[in-house]
């Protein structure tokens, strides 16, 4: 279908209403930028303001009056002053009436008072229609343009019509607005730009406690065992060797962490018999963050991967080859090729390569511009059966990299098993019960639960079976 060229905008404002006149009270930081936008997309503003003679640096285009004055001009008013400050606006009751008020406020904490400031300006002025909006944008963002962070406006408000014409503006300025509902939406829109990745905080502690754990049990095995058994210097091995087995480790566990929690709530829901009672916080909050442990997961692996591509140059590496070169030739003797350390070593290559792969794309289908374009059941093949089998491909390339030695006494040092044996423990009981519950006479009791049947519901007259009256507590047991 032809594009007209209005089409190319997905809202643009017809001429009569090009010269909308909006109000911005207050002409610092983000009241002049948000003015010199709207000046752009063609509305004409008037600031109010304590000091209209005083007031500079204002955009061109832009009139400047009293509060008082500049509110008589215009139905919508945008309040581009803190909150401390909204004090002068009980006097403006009167010429306020009916008008819509757009609260954009912040605050410097979360929950810094008892209620949200939108919901504060709705009590200073009760006669006026308060939404909330714009307040995740920052004014440089606006007057920069480098708007690539965030274009998501969160609108909400109590009246649907003044909240529809803030709404028409956000999606003039080329943003786009999000309804969140009734003003009491407000206080979690004024937290959201006060938190600091709330969804990251478990994976990155997690990621670090791995890390620190997996590097000192690799130092103890590696390094001070080979100094105290034969005072050999294995420091070095601390720049490469050992994070090339931390961040592989890291990376394994963490992807079986992703899955862990999906097959507890599977054996919740058999346990319980109904899929109707929620999961306890704690796997509530581990399942909200699986997208980020995977993240952090896909990070540790491309880490591994990078530090594997360079094992052929190092000089302990290409040292131990000469030397391993040397002796052999001293002692004429040559080494038998072995098919068998061939084969080992080539698959668990080749496993980890695929297991990579796989991994890349759980990444790239992460992405919104690529999610958005799948639909649900799309998604949930690629994340869980194609991440199960990237799950299987990683755990494979590290049983088979341990080969021989996988569970021999012989790699016991200070009776510690290698690094990799004890990574692999997560990923082998969450396969082994992902595949206990694929089982068909399982997977058929857990499809039906998940479809809404209930061990224990009461049958009704009419056969049909209604919901146990279980109310929706938290479930404390667990
Ligand atoms: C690189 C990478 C990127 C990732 N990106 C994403 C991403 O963008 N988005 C994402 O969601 N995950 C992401 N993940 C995590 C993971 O791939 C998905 O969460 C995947 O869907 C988990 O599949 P699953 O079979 O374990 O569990 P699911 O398929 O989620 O759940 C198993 C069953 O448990 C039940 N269940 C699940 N959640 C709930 C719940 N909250 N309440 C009640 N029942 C529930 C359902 O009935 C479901 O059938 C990513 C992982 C990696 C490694
Ligand atoms: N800066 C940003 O990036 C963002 C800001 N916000 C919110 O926008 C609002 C304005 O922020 P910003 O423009 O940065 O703040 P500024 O301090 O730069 O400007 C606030 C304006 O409020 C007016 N004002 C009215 N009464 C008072 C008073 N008693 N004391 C001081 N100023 C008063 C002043 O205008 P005049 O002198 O003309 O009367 C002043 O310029 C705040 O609520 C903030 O939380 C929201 C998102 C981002
Ligand atoms: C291109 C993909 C990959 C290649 C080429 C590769 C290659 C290797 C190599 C050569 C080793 C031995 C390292 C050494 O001896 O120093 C190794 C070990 C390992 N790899 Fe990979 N790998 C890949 C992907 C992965 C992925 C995706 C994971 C897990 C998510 C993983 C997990 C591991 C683990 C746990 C070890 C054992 C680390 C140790 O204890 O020493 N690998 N890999
Ligand atoms: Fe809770």
Redesign the pocket.
């Known amino acids: 279908m032809e594009k007209t060229s209005t089409d190319a905008f997905p809202f643009t404002m017809n001429s009569s209403e090009k010269q909308e006149t909006v109000c911005i009270?207050?002409?610092?930081?983000?009241?002049?930028?948000l003015a010199l936008k709207m000046l752009q997309c063609g509305y004409s503003i008037v600031?109010?303001?304590?000091?209209?003679q005083?007031?500079s640096l204002l955009p061109n285009g832009a009139e400047?009056l009293s509060?008082s004055e500049a509110a008589r001009k215009s139905d919508i008013i945008i309040?581009?002053?803190?909150?401390?400050?909204y004090?002068?606006l009980t006097e403006l009751t009167e010429v306020l009436k009916g008008k819509t008020l757009v609260?954009?406020?912040?605050?410097l904490k979360i929950n810094q008072y008892p209620e949200s400031?939108a919901e504060y300006l709705a009590q200073l002025v009760p006669g006026a229609h308060v939404v909330k909006a714009?307040?995740?944008?920052?004014?440089?963002?606006?007057q920069s343009g480098a708007l690539d962070a965030n274009r998501q406006v969160f609108v909400c408000g109590n009246d649907s019509k003044a909240k529809q014409r803030v709404m028409d503006i956000v999606r003039t300025l080329g943003l786009t607005p999000l309804d969140q509902g009734s003003l009491m939406a407000a206080k979690e829109i004024e937290n959201y730009?006060l938190q600091l990745f709330p969804m990251w905080k478990f994976p990155f502690y997690l990621s670090a406690f791995l890390c620190v754990f997996f590097f000192f049990y690799c130092v103890i095995r590696d390094v001070i065992y080979p100094y105290v058994n034969g005072g050999k210097d294995s420091t070095f091995r601390m720049a490469i060797s050992i994070p090339n087995r931390v961040f592989p480790i890291a990376a394994l566990t963490l992807l079986a962490l992703v899955y862990l929690p999906g097959v507890i709530a599977a054996i919740l829901q058999l346990y319980r018999g109904t899929k109707y009672r929620r999961f306890p916080d704690w796997l509530d909050h581990w399942m909200l963050c699986r997208k980020q442990l995977g993240l952090v997961a896909l990070g540790f692996a491309s880490l591994h991967v990078l530090y594997t591509l360079v094992i052929p140059i190092r000089y302990y590496v290409r040292w131990t080859m000469k030397n391993r070169t040397i002796t052999q030739a001293t002692a004429k003797r040559e080494d038998p090729f072995s098919t068998s350390t061939a084969w080992l070593s080539d698959s668990y290559v080749a496993l980890g390569i695929l297991g990579f792969f796989l991994f890349v794309l759980l990444g790239i289908t992460s992405l919104p511009s690529v999610s958005n374009t799948v639909n649900w059941r799309e998604f949930r093949f690629v994340q869980s059966k194609l991440g199960y089998l990237t799950l299987i491909l990683c755990t494979a390339h590290t049983m088979v990299y341990g080969g021989k030695r996988f569970l021999s006494p012989s790699s016991l040092i200070w009776y510690l098993p290698s690094a990799y044996v004890i990574a692999l423990i997560i990923p082998c009981i969450v396969l082994v019960i992902k595949f206990v519950l694929v089982l068909p006479c399982i997977d058929k009791t857990l499809t039906r639960i998940r479809q809404g049947w209930e061990r224990n519901a009461k049958p009704t007259l009419n056969g049909e079976r209604y919901l146990k009256q279980s109310s929706v507590h938290l479930d404390s047991e667990l």
């Open positions: 009270f207050g002409t610092g930081d983000f009241g002049r930028s600031f109010g303001s304590r000091n209209p005083k007031s400047v509060y309040i581009a002053v803190h909150r401390e400050h004090g002068f609260d954009i406020s912040n605050n400031n714009f307040n995740t944008i920052s004014a440089w963002a606006l730009p």
